[in-house]
């Protein structure tokens, strides 16, 4: 997430600057075809790519509003998980006489807070963070899951007989919950909750339960691939076709010009298809980034930032003082 107040025009065309450079080559080669091999057949109707480019600007918002709701709807699913942390702290301390337990069951839900969030920066075969222009933008921020490996975090949390069981399990969060309900079973047993401080807490794992799966479902199910695959296609399309479209548009202003640019105003072509292309594939850009908020990219849901600061406010309700630091951005950049 960019914590900013905005992006830099310098930070995106760093982004952008490979594809800058193939829109360069795609406005300069055919206006050398044009206007120094006299390749003249070559332009074409300008009707023809503005048709393109008014439906490749509808296919272009449309994936760029739904991709923005995937990403708002991930953040209300952390934030539902914030809440109910803080809820399940109180209840934990405050339900309870026997501070070991209180602590078991606090440090074990960081321990599932740890386990969810790596879960959810696992990569996908459609997620995006590999290709070229995103690879060269990780060098200004970092991912705190792929600094330190699971194992290391969760042993801060929870046993070592815990932590090797857990290990050997499939889906690590949801067995983490498991645990948390044993342990309410037991408590109840034991007469150490009555009935409805037992039936509030399960409803509080159940709650746990749905948000995992609200955010497995993003996690797992991509943008639509069909939709994906025809916003690209037309895009390529429009930039490939619009220097060709411009060529006479252009030509024809020598008509109504004089001094040094009479008879070279295809040259302008280069830029100004470039520039025009260049907004298309910034927003395709966009979408892209925004389709996948668990990803590891610039713009993901800060789900490890809220993680931190889940275990800073119910650490504090256990009354410790030894807190470890609130996470911040790197240019701008948290995660």
């Known amino acids: 997430m960019h914590s900013g ?49 008014t439906a490749t600007a509808f296919i272009v918002g449309f994936k760029n509003t739904q991709t923005y709701n995937r990403t708002w709807e991930a953040r209300q699913i952390w934030g539902a998980i914030l809440n109910s942390s803080r809820t ?24 599932w807070l740890t386990a969810l969030r790596y879960q959810m920066r696992d990569s996908r075969v459609w997620e995006t963070t590999t290709k070229a222009h995103n690879e060269d933008y990780k060098a200004f921020y970092s991912v705190p899951e792929k600094e330190s490996p699971l194992e290391t975090e969760l042993a801060k949390y929870i046993s070592a007989d815990e932590l090797k069981y857990i290990l050997t399990t499939k889906n690590r969060a949801v067995q983490l919950m498991s645990l948390q309900s044993k342990t309410l079973k037991e408590l109840f047993a034991n007469k150490e909750i009555d009935s409805y401080q037992f ?12 948000n995992q799966g609200k955010s497995e479902r993003i996690k797992n199910f991509p943008y639509p691939r069909q939709f994906a695959t025809i916003n690209t296609f037309f895009i390529k399309l429009f930039c490939f076709l619009l220097p060709f479209g411009m060529l006479k548009e252009f030509d024809k202003l020598n008509e109504s010009i004089e001094g040094i640019m009479k008879g ?10 470039v520039l025009i292309s260049w907004v298309y594939t910034s927003l395709e850009q966009v979408g892209e980034s925004t ?14 930032q809220m993680s931190r600061t889940i275990e800073i406010d119910l650490r504090e309700m256990l009354g410790e003082t030894d807190l470890p630091p609130a996470l911040q951005p790197k240019n701008n950049i948290i995660l």
């Open 291 to 304: 389709e996948n908020p668990f990803e590891g990219g610039a713009n993901d849901v800060p789900i490890s």
């Open 5 to 53: 107040k905005s992006y830099k025009l310098s930070e995106f065309l760093v982004w952008t600057k490979r594809t800058i450079f193939w829109l360069l080559i795609l406005g300069i080669v055919p206006t050398i075809l044009y206007q120094v091999v006299g390749l003249k057949w070559l332009a074409i109707p300008w009707t023809v790519v503005a048709l393109l480019g």
């Open 264 to 273: 070279n105003m295809v040259w302008l072509v280069i830029p100004f298809s």
């Open 199 to 210: 039936v509030e807490m399960e409803k509080m794992v159940k709650d746990f339960y749905d």
């Open 88 to 111: 399940w702290g109180t209840m934990s301390r405050d339900f309870l006489n026997n501070p070991t337990k209180t602590e078991e069951l606090v440090y074990r839900h960081f321990a």
